[in-house]
């Protein structure tokens, strides 16, 4: 529909007016959301371009583009272009709407995580505080915007009060399954989950979860996201059984495997079926699957799914990939991935880990391993575009229920 309306606009407009440009913009948003970079890109670029042109540097459309072009960014892993990006959009609605817009607080908030993400922590803390006394008195502090900031912020026990709070307030005005509930008892999951309360995180995922499924379907963005959420507290699980001991192999992997769906299918089965339609919804969950294979001594299996999490990511990391924990660089086919089966998370491109077998030293994130084992992700035997394809992956997934799972599955 953008690229009919597209069409059209240009035909009868022209390819500069303000409504051409408008459904530029939106063809772009619509292109990142997909995992289509390239193509937001061209987007972006020329929707920032025509408004700056028609419309001045200053102009709030104009600083739309701009903060679309840093979330772009960001999503790409192109930090440093990013920041630069969200300053100018800052700068820019703070003249044009001024401090206290809404616009100008979303891009407060955003730069706070691009800070985080940088390790630029008192930063981010600066513009974390900002964004919250913004939203208060610009929206009220029930606002789920508002509720973010709280969240960020670490003010853990506060927020819960107000989650709870608004959560009570959405299910008797709009009802327990309303999409707006739904990302309210979401919210609360990752907050329970923060605040160490498992139990009480895994029923509001699956809350959400069911209540996604029914309200708008499995392949949902919002379904996968709470299913992502719920997969987070089967990997830490993991995770800590991994580090206790190797007695709880299987059932730490069967565990994760099956995610606690509604049914019987864990939750790889339901990332393959939205993977046909979204391709890079989450494949950060091949990566996670990987791993826990990986502490079950299946390091075939987890070389595969490895594979496939850094083919079909192209190395964007936002978008489920993964980079080198000591240049920081995105990892892809080019530059080769060792994951350590010993880590938590830890990866090393190809010329790191040259390094590492001459100097025995790692940094950063891998600094804390005393034990260091590498499996060397093997190399696809064609090319990226027909790496392994959803048919193959299926089978690959029956064949580790089958292994791991048994009559269960």
Not at 136 to 160: F, I, M, N, Y
Not at 173 to 188: Q, Y
Not at 224 to 238: I, K, Q
Not at 393 to 407: I, K, N, P, R, S
């Amino acid at each position: 529909m953008y690229k009919r309306a597209l069409a059209g606009y240009e035909n009868a407009l022209g390819p500069e007016h303000t409504s051409t440009l408008l459904t530029v913009n939106n063809l772009g948003i619509l292109y990142k959301d997909h995992g289509k970079l390239d193509e937001a890109e061209k987007m972006c670029e020329r929707a920032l371009a025509g408004r700056e042109k028609a419309l001045g540097l200053e102009h709030p459309s104009t600083l739309d583009s701009v903060h679309c072009f840093a979330i772009l960014y960001a999503g790409q892993g192109k930090l440093d272009e990013a920041e630069k990006m969200y300053k100018r959009a800052l700068a820019g609605y703070e003249k044009a709407v001024g401090p206290e817009h809404t616009s100008t607080l979303l891009t407060v908030n955003n730069l706070g995580i691009l800070y985080k993400d940088h390790g630029k922590l008192d930063d981010a803390e600066k513009m974390c505080e900002r964004a919250l006394a913004g939203r208060e008195k610009a929206l009220g502090s029930e606002h789920p915007s508002t509720l973010d900031s709280v969240h960020r912020q670490g003010k853990l026990d506060e927020a819960e009060k107000m989650y709870e709070q608004v959560l009570v307030g959405m299910e008797n005005a709009l009802g327990p399954e309303h999409t707006s509930t739904l990302g309210t008892v979401n919210n609360l999951g990752n907050l329970y989950r923060d605040q160490g309360k498992l139990d009480e995180a895994e029923k509001m995922y699956k809350r959400a979860l069911a209540g996604y499924e029914k309200a708008v379907g499995p392949e949902h963005s919002s379904t996968l996201g709470a299913l992502h959420g719920l997969h987070s507290l089967y990997y830490n699980e993991a995770w800590t059984t991994h580090i206790q001991g190797v007695e709880g192999r299987v059932r730490l992997v069967s565990a994760t495997l099956r995610s606690c769906c509604s049914s019987p299918t864990h939750f790889v089965l339901k990332l393959v079926k939205s993977y046909k339609r979204f391709p890079r919804c989450d494949l950060s969950l091949f990566g996670a699957v990987g791993r826990i294979l990986i502490w079950a001594g299946d390091d075939e299996n987890a070389g595969i799914a490895f594979r496939q999490q850094i083919n079909e990511c192209d190395g964007i990391w936002r978008h489920g990939g993964t980079w080198c924990d000591v240049c920081k660089q995105t990892l892809s086919l080019e530059t080769k991935r060792f994951v350590c089966k010993a880590c938590k998370d830890g990866d090393l491109c190809g010329a790191c880990y040259r390094d590492y077998e001459v100097s025995d030293i790692t940094e950063g994130a891998m600094a804390g391993c005393s034990d260091h084992q590498f499996l060397a992700v093997p190399q696809p035997q064609c090319s990226p575009a027909t790496s392994i394809q959803v048919q193959g992956l299926t089978a690959w997934v029956d064949h580790m229920l089958h292994l791991y799972l048994g009559d269960a599955s």
